[in-house]
């Protein structure tokens, strides 16, 4: 079963400093995207990107967030100046004719 | 504004003890109602997508239904291994593919 692989799976990070978060989608698919989990509440869309642009972006998703497909395979998620309400779950996911599928997610705590 | 509603937020059943989760929705137009399970620190596993009223899809111990105002995710005889938050998501048509997610609904069965 194809599956979306995201890394690291969980990282600490100091306020102010910048994060990469890393995510290969499945390799058919088209559509890629980033959600993410604040511990308690629901799973909400940051962006999507589509044929090497964004498509779309939440309100969450400001000027210190950013995205890239550097390659064929990986899909990026930077923050630049990380503040302590970023930590939370990170959801990379792609979308094709086998649907919408989610990674395992990167635990982001900022300390 | 696009909105998805899950209840209860908490479901305790006896092993074998058949339920049913609720989704209700509001979205202009829906282009898909996606029920995920997640596990605790895991991110969503896809079970189903239904696009129409009427529509029912299966898996195992678990059935989805759709009408033009709520889905349902029926348990039947559940183990314990069923235990999970089960997330549902819309996905509203316009120009966008993000999904829309509740709050879910935790079960935990008891043997």
């Known amino acids: 079963e194809p599956e979306v692989t995201q890394t690291p799976s969980h990282q600490v990070t100091q306020m102010g400093q910048e994060v990469i978060l890393r995510c290969v989608p499945i390799?058919?698919?088209?559509?890629f995207y980033w959600y993410r989990q604040i511990l308690g509440q629901k799973v909400e869309f940051l962006v999507s990107?589509?044929?090497?642009?964004?498509?779309?972006k939440s309100e969450i998703f400001d000027d210190q967030f950013s995205v890239e497909r550097p390659d064929g395979s990986n899909f990026t998620l930077k923050i630049r100046s990380t503040k302590l309400e970023d930590s939370a779950m990170y959801f990379c996911?792609?979308?094709?004719?086998?649907?919408?599928?989610f990674g395992s997610g990167t635990r982001l705590t900022v300390v | 504004e696009d909105q998805v509603t899950q209840s209860p937020e908490a479901l305790r059943l006896q092993e074998g003890e058949s339920s049913s989760l609720n989704c209700s929705y509001t979205?202009?137009?829906?282009?898909?109602l996606f029920w995920y399970r997640q596990d605790p620190g895991k991110g969503p596993e896809f079970l189903f997508t239904?696009?129409?009223a009427g529509e029912e899809k299966e898996k195992e111990r678990l059935k989805a239904t759709l009408t033009k105002k709520e889905s349902f995710l029926h348990i039947t005889a559940p183990k314990p291994e069923d235990s999970a938050t089960y997330l549902c998501?819309?996905?509203?048509?316009?120009?966008?593919?993000?999904?829309?997610f509740g709050t879910g609904t935790r079960l935990q069965v008891f043997p």
């Open positions: 990107f589509y044929n090497n642009e964004i498509s779309e």
């Open positions: 979205v202009s137009g829906l282009r898909g």
């Open positions: 996911a792609s979308s094709g004719d086998r649907g919408y599928t």
């Open positions: 390799s058919n698919h088209l559509y």
């Open positions: 998501a819309v996905q509203a048509p316009r120009n966008t593919d993000k999904l829309i």
């Open positions: 239904l696009y129409s």
